[in-house]
């Protein structure tokens, strides 16, 4: 399983315009889960029912299971890399033109998913990340502990509020079901961490927005109280974190799976025309980004789907079931102006 290979080097630090909306988290109080967004870091909100997200999950192993790789679901000896999709870190999907698969989009169109952003934002008028998804079924042997990875996905250079990142959870999330792990309370202090240590370093595995901490940064976190907590939620939940919030993601070490997608809306206005354009090309090619959908999109069309160093013979680049797309669909993708 290839995985990204993480660059360390020095870099000056770049000249960032401020940011319209980096005060937008300043307000003492929201007196809603706004304010655990800014005093914890991250927040869970209902935004599907309980039913229909339980449904999207049908669909995520029906996309499983359309590959003739024989992958069965019901049957825990195909739960193995020979018979799944190529995917990283135990479970994570974004090859096979997944990040646009028609159930992703519906889920992307979803009232509820769209209502939280706008809160956060102050405004309905967004647009949407093309990410992936996870798939994390338990009890897998056959899959190699790629390390925590613990980071933030915002560069260091930036200052204030960036973006807030969300994952829709799709099953019964407990202690013992994989999921998000948060740094409690360390997007307040990252800014002040690098006024400390200095900008000089840069630790990506290749976005703009992506910063990789070492056990020994994560003690300075510690002594100010910050300590890492499992996000338990329920199907339909909306995770959603501060970018500059540090985390990671665990796999299920109980006996469910796992299965989430992810989710980063933000306003339309703050897309230039480059970046549009972008955007769009992205769309038609179906091809995935980050969580960032407005600016230094980092698009995951680079992103090698191998099979033991060769090309995936299944991998057409394109959705099994393409979206439909609505207006809506295509205003989150930017194509069509609010
Ligand atoms: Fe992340």
Known sequence: MPVPTITRRSTPPPELPPFKFAARLDKPVFGDWRDELVTKGYAVVKAVPREKALEYREECFKWLESFPLGFDRSDVSTWKNEHLPVHV??????????????????????????????????????????????????????????????????????????????LVNLNDCGPEDGGLMVLEGSSKLVEEFFDIHGRESYNSWGPFDWYGFTDEQQEWFFERGCKWVKVCAEPGDLILWDSRTMHYNVRPSGDRDRVCTYITMAPASLLNDEDRALRIKCFEERTGTTHVPFAAIYSRSHEPVTRDGQPCPYDTGLPKIQPFETQRLLQLVGSERY
């Open 89 to 166: 870190k135990g479970g994570m999907f974004h090859g096979y033109g997944y990040c646009h698969e028609k159930h992703l989009w519906d889920l992307r169109c979803e009232q509820g998913i769209i209502d939280a952003f706008a809160k956060i934002w102050g405004t309905d008028q967004l647009i949407t990340s093309f990410d992936g998804g996870s798939i994390m079924l338990p009890n897998r042997t056959d899959v190699a502990d790629g390390g925590k990875w613990e980071h933030m996905d915002q560069s260091l250079h930036r200052r204030g509020f960036y973006c807030c990142q969300g």
